[in-house]
């Protein structure tokens, strides 16, 4: 198993930045696929952005890319998604999740944080 634990969200103004974190423990080995997705009430969760352990490989959604980057940290066996110029539809529940596939898929991740809250005010 593999347990996944995000944090780093919160409430900030449009604008503003924030840094999620996402600390990977257990049977890490089995994963070489780490991703953020999100998720609004009422809508299917959606891709976000992913890359590799090795940091060989990242992509992007089209909405993020030029705002947000995906990083790893092997030493902490924690994955990092720096968000910056947060605007208001970026307000969602964001989950990071771990697989051995690129992938944009939901169903090709295994393991799943349980979730951090980013709320960006107008």
């Known amino acids: 198993q593999v347990q996944l634990v995000d944090s780093g969200g919160g409430l900030v103004q449009a604008g503003a930045s924030l840094r999620l974190s996402c600390v990977a423990s257990?049977?890490?080995?089995?994963?070489?696929?780490m991703g953020w997705f999100r998720q609004v009430p009422g809508k299917e969760r959606e891709f976000v952005a992913q890359?590799?352990?090795?940091?060989?490989?990242?992509n992007y959604v089209n909405f993020v890319k030029g705002r947000f980057a995906i990083s790893v940290d092997n030493a902490k066996n924690t994955m990092y998604l720096q968000m910056n110029n947060l605007k208001p539809e970026d307000t969602a529940l964001y989950y990071c999740?771990?697989?051995?596939?690129?992938?944009?898929?939901?169903?090709?991740?295994?393991?799943w944080g349980q979730g951090t809250q980013v709320t960006v005010s107008s």
């Open positions: 999740a771990a697989g051995s596939t690129l992938s944009s898929e939901e169903s090709d991740y295994y393991y």
């Open positions: 257990g049977r890490t080995w089995r994963t070489t696929v």
């Open positions: 890359t590799t352990w090795n940091g060989d490989h990242s």
